[in-house]
């Protein structure tokens, strides 16, 4: 199957991607350059307080430390995809490596609130399996709870009201913006996809698991590399604030055709169901739990 999955530290991706530039270039291709998160727009300051940037630690810019995307779901607790934060063999990466930045627009800013992740932290999904797509869900407990930004809202486990096809959600991130060449913008991005059938969905991936994700997206407008574990949120009407439905988590490619992006669906009671299956995931679901 091919689904692109590469741990999205910024410097594989590039690497990679620079190399599909140069075989391209070769072959003088002129594909049009599609723009944004892929077709998207620039997100205002604190447009999406809950947004938050997965960080290497370490010195210099977060421009230059993002590989991932993540949401504040508790005042100490973000979620993301569990790609994000596998090493090769498919083992978490220590809390020590990481740091997060809730609530930061422009990634090279002050923006937001810098949190370290507390001791055993690092919480994937005790389903996710490396190598495999689904429960492409982790969290990351904070060693400081974050002050004065709202958590966003999660959807009733075992609904699917909001991930009805047709319906349009919006999924933002710092991921590449460029179909062809790779190019991370500094400031958040943010796309409105349609919402696909499972049905739709299975027959563009193998493996697809209609239990815990949903598809969506058309060609152009999609997510991308460094966009995984980042928010997919609808707002609905008669409310104010938006509702996370999924995690970007994976496609083959971005923005083409017959390729949607692939989402957790943080509404799958099957994936909170089965979170209680280590120790560490069971504290994560109390914790939501008393939110
Ligand atoms: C990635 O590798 C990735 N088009 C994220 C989203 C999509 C593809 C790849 C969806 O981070």
Redesign the pocket.
Known sequence: MN????P?RKTS?AAGLAATGAALAMVATSAPAAHAI?GGTEVPNDAYPFMTAVLDKGPGSALDRQF?GASLVTPDTVVT?A?CLVDDEGKPVKPKTLQVAVGRTVLSSRQGQVRDIAKGGVVVHPRYLKGQEAYDVAFLQLKKPVRGISPVALPTQGTDALIRPGQKATVAGW?NTDTELPHTPDRLRQVRVPILSHAECRTSYEGYDAKVNFCA?VETK???????GGPIFRKVPGREAPILIGV?????????QG????YTSLSSSKLWKTLDESPSGKKIKRAMNRR
């Not at 970007?248 to 083409?256: I, K, Q, R």
């Not at 390729?259 to 692939?262: D, E």
Request: glycine share 22%; proline share 3%; net charge negative.
């Open positions: 689904s692109t999955r590469i999205t991706i892929i991932c995809a790609h991921g997206g999609d997510s991308c590399q460094g966009d995984s970007v988590s994976y496609g083959d490619g971005c923005g083409a390729a949607p992006g692939v």
